[in-house]
Structure formats: structure tokens, C-alpha cells
């Protein structure tokens, strides 16, 4: 017998999992269920877990180091996958994959466990996350071993023993929720002309419902950090919280996408992230003022890695934490607040302001005589020095072709 940690949330497959790790193959279990802000009531999952036939079950509180630890750094590098993955899921997964490791390290047990699908990306996430935390631990997961390969077997299962599962309706929808976004797939979707029906979706309103007078808002941040929303200093639990249910009521961040998974299948996902739409807007903004163009240019395109980074599993990788120094050191001046207007699905930006903003009034005016004419003359002759150059170049290499005969 081998003590086991469990990741379990309670849908079907972390429920059979669970039986499977403890019946099947007479492991001791240990369950573990974390809160990242799914919206209900978690703590019956421990019961639950232990009915199921775990030794030891327990529900733990990881909102806080969740954003902290996860999405903010995320936000700050402006990690965005593709079209707009805001990677909600894989952050979630390697706040699990540490929780397990740390649990699995203080039980003293030298197994981890998962019930993440066997064709998704989130079973590659949890097992790199382990690997590169403890690569003496061991993982197991049932769903790629059992013979429950339809959701008929799956079924019959759990009433063969007699498993408390929740009754299945026609529609399969999948819900992934946390703090930081809301992940949905409709089996009933395959067919890509089709539009979503507003009835799945969880956190926001369709545009049409939103209502009818935009809400201005004022995103704080001081060192990259968003701290101050309008005129509060609040949490940055609180602060996502209230975004989503602001943003929500205004249709903000929803997306339907086609998206490339880890293996390069093509997928359409359906996404719902209203505080990361509003927050990374207002990031950008502010960077925009206070970052010099170098800067700005060399984050944009390591911003795209570090996204790709994120969704492929390698968050604890030397090279994202690499990339994180960097981005650590560009937000030291990252202070300020930036106004937003929320309407209709629309998230606008109206003003921004910062005491290390490299705006300068004067310097920007068309009108204005900053620089003298004699400056900008000279400027601009060196500016377009190399364009002359090859030009002449070019001239004098037509004309000996030109000339030019055969010997």
C-alpha cells in the first residue's frame, strides 16, 4: 500500500478516480481540494472524499497565493496565449501541482495523484509542475490506465459500486472556474458555424443585456501591483472579485476562440475573463506612459513567449523565471492610475496618470518650438542619411550595368 496525495475537485472523473486509487489498487489516499475562487461551497468535497474512501481529506484556502504568485506575475508580462487564452486553467494547475507537492512532501508520501483528462493539456501542466518541483515524486493517474473509455463505462461503474455521482443531462458542458477566469467547452459545439448559447456562460451578460449607461473605473497600481480600485485599496482577492462582477455585468471578456493545444490540435474554446480584460488594458496603459519605446518593444515580444511558456506547461522552467527578472525589473515604474469606460462588451481606456510618466506636454505639441529649427535640421540629415546613401549606391550600380558589356 502507498499513501497517495489526491487532487480532487469532485467532478465525475476525480470521483471515480478517487474509488479506483483506493478500491482498485488499495492505495492510502490522501484528498486535497484546493479553493481558487470556483464560486460554490467547497467544503462538502471533503466529505465527500472521505466516502469515497480517503483517510484524510481537506479543502484549502489558495485565492490569495493564487493571483499573488500566478496570475499577477502573468498580468505583469502581459502573457496572453494566441488570440486570447488568458491561461486561467494553467495557472490553476500549477497552484494545484504545488499545494500537492508541498502536502505530499509534509505527509511524507511519494506518490501524487490526478483525474485530469488523458487527452487534454492539464494532465502535462500538473506533471511538469510536479517533475520540476520533486522529480523524486511519482504520479499517478487512473483515468490513463482504467478500461472507462466512454461516459457509458463510467457510469455503470459508479452504480456497480454504488458511487455518488451526479446525475448526467443531455448537455455536456465543462466548467473550469477560478478567480482569474471561467473556461467552458459545449460537446454539442463541434460544428464552428454554430454561435454559443448565452445560456452557458457563467460570470457575464450577453452585450445586449448589459445595461444601457457605461461605468467608469479607476485601476491603481503601484510597482506593476494593481492595489486601488476608484478611490479603495482593497485585496487583490477583492479587486478580481469585484472586476468580474463589475466587468460581467457589462459584458466584459467574453471570448470564443480557436485556439492551438499543447500537441497543435486546434480547439474552440470558450472563455470568460472579465477582471484579466480590465486589468490587462489598464496595465498596458500605464506601461505605455512611464516605459521608454526599447523597453516597451523588447516586453512585447517576450511577452509572447512567456504566454506560449505558460500554456505548454513549464511555468517552474529556468526560462520563465528568467523572463520574470526582466519583467520584475520593468515594473518598478509601472505607478499610476488609468481610467477605464466598461459598455456594452467594451472595455476603453480614457485617461491615465503617473508621477514617473515620460509625457511631456510641451515635447508632444505640434505646434510647439521646443526643439530649434537648426536641431531639427540636423537631426534629420543624419536620420536620412542611410536611405541617401543607398540610393546613390543604387543609381551608380544602374548605370554601369548599363555600360556593362560582356568580356
Given amino acids: 500500500m502507498a499513501r497517495v496525495v489526491f487532487a480532487f475537485n469532485g467532478d465525475l472523473e476525480s470521483r471515480l478516480a478517487l474509488h479506483w486509487l483506493v478500491r482498485e489498487e488499495g492505495h492510502e489516499v490522501l484528498a486535497f481540494s484546493a479553493n481558487l475562487g ?50 486561467a486553467s494553467a495557472l490553476a494547475r500549477y497552484a494545484i501541482a504545488r499545494e500537492l507537492v508541498r502536502l505530499a512532501e509534509e505527509e511524507g508520501a511519494q506518490f501524487v495523484a490526478h483525474s485530469a483528462a488523458s487527452k487534454g493539456n492539464d494532465q502535462v501542466r500538473l506533471e511538469t509542475a510536479v517533475a520540476a518541483q520533486n522529480p523524486q515524486l511519482r504520479v499517478l493517474a487512473p483515468v490513463r490506465r482504467w478500461p472507462l473509455r466512454t461516459m457509458e463505462d463510467k457510469l455503470r461503474y459508479a452504480e456497480k459500486h454504488r458511487l455518488p455521482v451526479d446525475r448526467v443531462g443531455a448537455r455536456q458542458l465543462s466548467v473550469d472556474r477560478n478567480l482569474w477566469g ?36 479607476v485601476v491603481g497600481f503601484e510597482q506593476g501591483v494593481p492595489r486601488r480600485l476608484d478611490d479603495r485599496e482593497v485585496s487583490l482577492v477583492h479587486l478580481v472579485s469585484d472586476l468580474n462582477r463589475i466587468g460581467g455585468e457589462h459584458a466584459i471578456g467574453r471570448l470564443d476562440v480557436i485556439e492551438d ?10 472563455y470568460e475573463v472579465p477582471a484579466p480584460t480590465i486589468l490587462l488594458a489598464a496595465h498596458q496603459a500605464l506601461q505605455a506612459l512611464v516605459l521608454s519605446r526599447d523597453v516597451l518593444n523588447w516586453k512585447e515580444s517576450l511577452s509572447r513567449r512567456y504566454g506560449e511558456l505558460v ?47 515620460l509625457y511631456d506636454p510641451r ?11 537648426d536641431d531639427i535640421q540636423g537631426i534629420s540629415s543624419i536620420w536620412t542619411l542611410p536611405a541617401r546613401l543607398t540610393a546613390r549606391q543604387r543609381q551608380v550600380a544602374r548605370k554601369e550595368d548599363a555600360a556593362w558589356t560582356a568580356p
Fill in 363 to 373: 515635447l508632444a505639441s505640434a505646434s510647439n518650438q521646443e526643439f530649434f529649427e
Fill in 38 to 87: 470556483q464560486g460554490i461551497y467547497l467544503e462538502p468535497l471533503g466529505e465527500l472524499a472521505l466516502e469515497l474512501g480517503a483517510v484524510s481529506a481537506q479543502v484549502i484556502d489558495l485565492r490569495a497565493s493564487f493571483l499573488e504568485d500566478f496570475c499577477l506575475p502573468t498580468l505583469q508580462a502581459d502573457a496572453v496565449y494566441q488570440s486570447g487564452c488568458f491561461l
Fill in 311 to 357: 500554456y505548454s506547461g513549464q511555468w517552474f522552467s529556468d526560462l520563465r523565471r528568467s523572463l520574470q527578472n526582466f519583467i520584475a525589473e520593468t515594473q518598478r515604474f509601472v505607478t499610476g492610475d488609468v481610467r477605464l469606460q466598461l459598455y456594452k462588451g467594451s472595455c476603453t481606456v480614457t485617461g491615465r496618470r503617473s508621477p514617473y510618466s
Fill in 182 to 217: 471561467v473556461s467552458l467547452y459545449l460537446d454539442e459545439l463541434v460544428d464552428l458555424w454554430h454561435a454559443p448559447p448565452d445560456d452557458v456562460y457563467q460570470i457575464t451578460r450577453a452585450p445586449v443585456e448589459a445595461p444601457d449607461q457605461p461605468t467608469e473605473i
Fill in 261 to 270: 493545444r499543447l500537441l497543435g490540435i486546434k480547439s474552440r474554446e470558450l
